[in-house]
Nanobody
Framework: QVQLVESGGGLVQAGGSLRLSCAASGRTFSNYGVGWFRQAPGKEREFVGAMGWPGDRTGYAESVKGRFTISRDNAKNTVYLQMNSLKPEDTAVYYC?????????????????WGQGTQVTVSS
């Protein structure tokens, strides 16, 4: 299984931007479908966006569409989540997840590997 480590979280004001990274080790990451999920306190984990393989086709939750973008750098074995126009309701722990081949996958149970999460806090 691939091991995933997220980074890039932090505190930002509403309207600001952050870029989260999901670095993979253990396997080549280029042929994985990758998803981003988030979980706010007291809420269930929810889908944010995903990228499939091959072709890097993407899908996003309606709540982030037009503001968040997933990209992949195969040379760095890393997938990114660029988050713009952040809102206080985007505050959550963000997780990346991966599954070999296929996707984009939209459900947490579709994924086989998970990172530990990174906290994103958006102040109003």
């Amino acid at each position: 299984q691939v091991q995933l480590v997220e980074s890039g979280g932090g505190l930002v004001q509403a309207g600001g931007s952050l870029r989260l990274s999901c670095a993979a080790s253990g396997r080549t990451f280029s042929n994985y479908g990758v998803g981003w999920f988030r979980q706010a306190p007291g809420k269930e984990r929810e889908f944010v966006g995903a990228m499939g393989w091959p072709g890097d086709r993407t899908g996003y939750a309606e709540s982030v569409k037009g503001r968040f973008t997933i990209s992949r750098d195969n040379a760095k074995n890393t997938v990114y989540l660029q988050m713009n126009s952040l809102k206080p309701e985007d505050t959550a722990v963000y997780y990346c997840a991966a599954r070999l081949y296929g996707g984009p996958y939209y459900g947490p149970s579709d994924y086989r590997s998970w990172g530990q999460g990174t906290q994103v806090t958006v102040s109003s």
